[in-house]
């Protein structure tokens, strides 16, 4: 069973929370999502693992088990082009759960029209596969969910 942590401080909510439809309908697969705290902030490393994707605005980190975790920092904020947010670590990097990877600030995100909330995806994992999801508020760092 694998330890999956939030990426930010906020509230946790179920996917179906997450004002996506790709999202919330579990299609790019199943997970959580946080409401985080309005103001500065950074976003973890929910695994520790080799960071193989890096958006300003995104990540996937693959752990050594070959599980990867998806952190989408906000709904459509691709189309801010990486304004706002300021990378912390970079692709191919190895980093430890937890790590701070980008910096970003949800209430400007907001302030543009966009949704903060941040899926935290299990990537190629089922449903049944993903347990123990945390309802309530969560720090960085915090246990999220469990995948097995």
Same mark, same amino acid.
Do not use: N
């Given at each position: 069973?694998? /330890?999956?942590?939030?990426?930010?401080?906020?509230? /946790?909510?179920?996917?179906? /929370?997450?004002?996506?439809?790709?999202?919330? /309908? $579990?299609?790019?697969?199943?997970?959580?999502?946080?409401?985080?705290?309005?103001?500065? $902030?950074?976003?973890?490393?929910?695994?520790?693992?080799?960071?193989?994707?890096?958006?300003?605005?995104?990540?996937?980190?693959?752990?050594?088990?070959?599980?990867?975790?998806?952190?989408?920092?906000?709904?459509?904020?691709?189309?801010?082009?990486?304004?706002?947010?300021?990378?912390?670590?970079?692709?191919?990097?190895?980093?430890?759960?937890?790590?701070?990877?980008?910096?970003?600030?949800?209430?400007?995100?907001?302030?543009?029209?966009?949704?903060?909330?941040?899926?935290?995806?299990?990537?190629?994992?089922?449903?049944?596969?993903?347990?123990?999801?945390?309802?309530?508020?969560?720090?960085?760092?915090?246990?999220?969910?469990?995948?097995?």
């Amino acid at each position: 069973m694998k /330890a999956v942590l939030a990426p930010v401080e906020g509230a /946790a909510v179920g996917l179906a /929370a997450v004002p996506d439809p790709v999202f919330s /309908a $579990g299609m790019v697969g199943p997970g959580a999502a946080i409401d985080p705290l309005r103001g500065p $902030g950074k976003a973890v490393a929910p695994i520790a693992g080799k960071i193989m994707k890096l958006h300003p605005h995104a990540y996937v980190i693959v752990g050594d088990d070959g599980k990867g975790v998806l952190v989408h920092l906000g709904i459509d904020t691709v189309q801010l082009k990486g304004e706002g947010f300021q990378l912390l670590a970079a692709e191919g990097d190895r980093v430890s759960a937890g790590q701070p990877v980008v910096a970003w600030d949800p209430s400007e995100i907001e302030a543009g029209g966009r949704s903060p909330v941040c899926p935290v995806i299990a990537l190629d994992a089922t449903a049944a596969s993903v347990r123990d999801v945390v309802a309530g508020r969560v720090r960085a760092g915090d246990e999220l969910f469990r995948w097995i």
